[in-house]
């Protein structure tokens, strides 16, 4: 800094200023007497005082951050607790103790994190002691966390969304922030494109505060929307560990696949009490809607757990076959050989065509080892459907099975097929298609039953799925089931078929008998009578086995019973980007 003063000025008073100006700038000053060329005096920049340092504070825990970690225990404790000292007598882990064992605990490591909750706080206000008006003398008064938790959770290397009914809460039942929480977590769903689990334990809406949560825009009925909304872009798996009466039965029967629990889930439309009063039925939870129910004869249910271990293991194995969503292929696996070799194939396989055996057996020679997840095992047991993996690549299978009363298409299995292929579709996974069927059951209890509805659901879930598809034709395929198989006609990428196929509108004996039943009864003779049945049964068979149908090629390729694994690899790899396209519309007609 450069600065004049009066030439008169003396050498001190000159230091004097450059030293005062200096200090105040804290830079260099020059000073220059009247009109001089060169300064007078030059003066230093003064060094910087060393700061003291301020004493450090105590940042510790406060009061107030202690406080919130109570209320967060107390929150955490659940129901009032003569409810939790219950739960051991009904089988069934606390709500936190099952997040623990499905996600462990938060923060930590292993199979599973919790990675953050919710809404902790939700209905604080009104239930907490530290609230105004509570009557802390009436337990029931507490609605920690208004008795549903949701959050996002690790589980299995996947990220997912989660809820949880909290039965210490009035019974796991539904009010209005709890539905609001579960609301907010489906929409995060539709953006974040992640599965969610739905671990049920509800006894329903709170009918004493229906006025909050029943009808309104934003309330229960909202969830079966958002189901719907959700259907078929993510993955929604439902577990239930006690009897969801009402609303709270539709989010299971609106998952993608649910776990029942033996001795414990149930589901129904209304409770023992409310089917009494309405039909004057006495009849008890279990024997209304437990497992045995809808694993057997609903079919609402996939598979049945023996606890609550088992059925944290289903979903485990099943989610490693599902993709975070309907934008991304299904996992992949390293591939392993079959549990059986595939030389047993055709020996496995009757020459008669009305011989049982079990579908089962052929498919552990085909795909790899262990790799076989059943679905709905015990419900229209004429079909087979799971996902399994052959050469490691994830395929949805639906499988006639020859040892359950011929393996003929009963109204159960066509529809359990029907969803099946429609959810595979959805996700992206390819299918396999293993025919050996007499087709559609004939008779007036399968039509009471609406086997050409379900059976039109089974063939239109074929026709409308856009993934590669593989059609088998392992031994017969007789009338409508070579349909509903995705024979020829339903663009498969291939249909193909081992030696021992046969394609026909329908069976020998019945062909016969409905050509050839009046020239057959013409003859009297006996013995001749039945040499010439046989001599047209084989002339039927020659004209519907597989040779005459790969001659004509209406089928793409005869394959060796022992090569049909690596046929189906190579098959599935070299279609596995294969593109399909729907016909413009909004969509179809049939559900």
């Known amino acids: ?300 249910a996939d598979l049945v757990a023996r606890d609550e271990e088992h059925a944290r293991e289903l979903v485990s194995n099943l989610i490693q076959y599902l993709p975070n969503n309907s934008d991304e292929k299904p996992p992949s696996q390293p591939a392993k050989p079959p549990a059986k070799p595939t030389e047993g194939i055709d020996g496995l396989i009757p020459e008669s065509p009305n011989r049982a055996y079990d579908m089962h057996d052929l498919i552990e020679r085909v795909v790899d080892a262990d790799s076989f997840f059943e679905l709905k095992p015990e419900y229209g047991k004429e079909i087979l459907t799971g996902y399994s993996r052959i050469d490691g690549r994830t395929v949805g299978i639906v499988a006639n099975q020859p040892a359950e009363r011929a393996g003929a298409i009963f109204p159960d299995a066509a529809e359990k097929a029907a969803e099946f292929v429609w959810k595979s579709d959805a996700y992206n996974i390819p299918l396999l298609y293993l025919c050996d069927t007499p087709g559609f059951m004939a008779g007036s209890s399968v039509e009471k039953d609406a086997i050409l509805e379900k059976g039109k659901k089974m063939i239109y879930a074929t026709s409308e799925a856009t993934v590669p598809k593989q059609s088998v034709v392992v031994r017969k395929a007789y009338g409508a089931g070579i349909y509903a198989m995705s024979g020829p006609a339903y663009d498969p990428e291939s249909t193909i078929a081992l030696p021992s196929g046969e394609i026909g509108i329908m069976g020998p004996e019945a062909a016969i008998n409905a050509v050839y039943a009046n020239k057959l009864n013409d003859i009297d003779d006996p013995e001749e009578r039945a040499q010439r049945e046989q001599e047209l049964r084989e002339e039927y068979r020659e004209d519907i086995d597989v040779h005459r149908m790969a001659s004509e090629t209406v089928i793409d390729e005869i394959v060796p019973p022992s090569e049909l694994r690596a046929e189906l690899a190579a098959r599935f790899d070299f279609y596995e980007d294969v593109e399909k396209d729907r016909p413009s519309k909004k969509h179809g007609t049939i559900l």
Request: hydrophobic content about 35%.
């Open 1 to 300: 800094m450069k600065v004049r003063i009066g030439a008169g000025a003396t050498e001190e008073e000159a230091q004097a200023v450059a030293a005062a100006l200096a200090e105040h700038v804290a830079d260099e000053v020059e000073v220059y007497l009247g009109e001089a060329d060169e300064p007078a005096v030059t003066h230093a920049a003064p060094e910087p005082a060393a700061e003291e340092p301020e004493p450090e504070r105590d940042l510790g825990s406060t009061e107030r951050e202690e406080e919130l970690r109570e209320e967060i225990a107390d929150i955490l404790d659940g129901g009032p607790e003569k409810y939790r000292e219950r739960l051991p007598e009904q089988d069934k882990l606390f709500v936190r103790d099952r997040l623990d064992l499905w996600f462990g605990e938060e923060g930590g490591d292993g199979n599973g994190d919790l990675l953050f909750e919710d809404g902790k706080f939700a209905n604080f206000d009104s239930w907490h002691p530290n609230s105004p008006d509570v009557d802390e003398a009436d337990p029931d008064t507490r609605l920690p966390a208004d008795g549903l938790i949701t959050g996002a959770a690790d589980f299995e290397g996947r990220d997912v969304h989660f809820m949880a009914n909290d039965f210490t809460v009035k019974a796991g039942s539904m009010a209005e922030r709890g539905v609001e929480k579960f609301l907010r977590m489906q929409q995060r769903a539709l953006k974040t494109g992640k599965p969610v689990l739905y671990l049920m334990d509800s006894s329903g809406g709170r009918i004493d505060q229906q006025s909050g949560f029943f009808a309104n825009r934003e309330g229960i009925g909202k969830y079966y929307f958002n189901h719907s909304r959700l259907s078929g872009r993510v993955p929604q798996i439902c577990v239930l560990y006690g009897p969801c009466i009402a609303g709270a039965a539709y989010t299971p029967v609106f998952a993608d696949f649910t776990v029942m629990v033996e001795g414990m889930s149930a589901m129904a439309i209304a409770s023992p009490r409310m089917v009494k009063m309405v039909t004057g039925e006495e009849i008890e939870m279990q024997e209304l809607g437990g497992p045995e129910v809808h694993a057997r004869q609903s079919g609402s």
